[in-house]
């Protein structure tokens, strides 16, 4: 559910007429922090990234949450970046076009409403240049019906499974064994199985 209704928004943000013609990127927000996080705005800018959603359930459906952060960079400072200079795009612009792109737009599962938004107080950023909006848009009710969580599966062909006799290698191990590839540096299941269904790949 949150991952198909985040495409079809980053798809729509993407194909809008005109943050094609004037926004550099579009794309979801990698998990970065700090001097990372800021020399890939400084190369992306102009940009809108969308943010990983969350869901609540409200009476008989889902209500989902998408965050668009809007991305400036203009070393005349916070004013410019805010409002454009005539040269380089500002913050409220993006704000705009993120709204005329997304807000009360039927898109993947359900209509997208722009809720708040505020902007981003970093002093590392400042001191680059770069200008950060935040902005909310949540979803109208999505029914959920009997099907609705089967219908979200592929068809289950193949099974593996861990055993740990008596739970003795704890949760921790237990993570690792679930990474891709597992890591069995420090502990290894009692046991493994691997079944394969009808229609799994050999």
Known sequence: MLGRNENALLQATREHR???R???TVDTLPKL????????YVADAPALYLVPGRFEVRDTGLVLTFTVAAVVRNVAGQAQARKGDGVD???DQLMLLAT?????HRIGDATWFLRRGEMVDDEIFEAAGITALEMLFESSLIEMDS?????ELDDFKSFHGDVD???KAGSDEHAKWLNSPPDFSTSNPDAQLDVQLPGAST
Do not use: F, T, Y
């Open 18 to 20: 005109d943050i094609k």
């Open 22 to 24: 004037l926004v550099r």
């Open 33 to 40: 922090i700090g001097e990372a996080l800021l020399k890939k």
């Open 89 to 91: 795009i500002g913050v």
């Open 100 to 104: 005329r792109a997304l807000h009360e």
């Open 147 to 151: 099907n609705w969580a089967l219908e």
């Open 165 to 167: 006799l008596g739970g």
